[in-house]
């Protein structure tokens, strides 16, 4: 399968454009070739041959560290949170097909991340260890990187956020007249924190971006008849399958919810 980079840019309605990185590779869904690039880097850099992640049980991250090992000669760990289920969803089978190593963990030791780092280098060795959903500086620096490809003026970027690595990316890498909106795929206000300490991180705090939190729909996996609705619309008029979890809320927001006003230019990140 060849790579599509930089991935397309296109205009869905007057006004408003669709950056389709949703179409770099199927196996790197949405943004994940762009948090996983430099952590590919980076661990091949470090010596390492392995890399560990993070990640729920229908996690694309998941699925996407394990197609990076496989593509670039790694071997790849994923610490499923929860009990393991037999036979495995389509997400984890695609990753243990791509010769990604699952383990299980409880939900409680899940979230003593150090002392779990800790039983995992007991067990597993030296990994090149990637964040929950590719959420460091790495990512950032990957992200920052579509904002170039753009070349169509514009003022206003969005991305769905769910660690906020995206915004918190794409950010550091905007004109003055531009800003950045995230809309959040989860119930909650803590998200704001999260994209502050990775720019902080990163060592490039912007004020340039804010989170919506109004179109999460209940939450994190959650949708009800009107989000589905319009995602199934959405597919029948433009022919892009949108995902409930994350895109398919902040189209929504866009196209429904009517956020910015007449004139206002804009770049979604699909």
């Given at each position: ?54 990640g729920g049980a229908f996690s694309n ?31 984890l089978a695609r990753a243990a097909a ?173």
């Amino acid at each position: 399968m060849q790579w599509r980079l930089p991935s397309p840019l296109e205009r869905l309605e007057e006004g408003l454009f669709l950056k389709r990185d949703d179409l770099i590779h199927p196996d790197f869904p949405g943004n994940k070739w762009r948090k996983l690039k430099y952590n590919v880097a980076a661990a091949k850099s470090a010596g390492r041959s392995t890399l560990l992640t993070f990640g729920g049980a229908f996690s694309n991250h998941l699925r996407a560290t394990a197609a990076a090992g496989h593509h670039f000669g790694l071997d790849t760990i994923g610490v499923v949170r929860g009990e393991e289920h037999q036979p495995l969803n389509p997400v984890l089978a695609r990753a243990a097909a791509l010769g990604m190593r699952l383990t299980y963990v409880d939900r409680a030791s899940y979230r003593r991340k150090a002392e779990l780092e800790q039983q995992l280098r007991e067990t597993y060795g030296d990994f090149f260890l990637i964040p929950e959903g590719g959420a460091n500086s790495h990512a950032l620096k990957g992200c920052a990187e579509l904002v170039a490809e753009i070349d169509q003026d514009f003022d206003v970027l969005c991305c769905s956020s769910g660690t906020g690595a995206t915004l918190a990316g794409v950010a550091t890498a905007l004109k003055p007249h531009q800003r950045a909106v995230g809309f959040s795929a989860l119930k909650g206000d803590f998200l704001a924190t999260a994209v502050d300490e990775l720019q902080a991180e990163f060592g490039h705090r912007t004020g340039n971006w804010t989170i919506d939190n109004r179109f999460h729909f209940g939450g994190f996996g959650k949708r009800d008849a009107t989000l589905t609705s319009f995602v199934d619309d959405f597919e029948k008029q433009h022919g892009i399958a949108l995902d409930p979890v994350y895109e398919g809320k902040m189209m929504y927001a866009i196209l429904i919810g009517r956020l910015f006003p007449p004139g206002t230019k804009l770049v979604a990140l699909l």
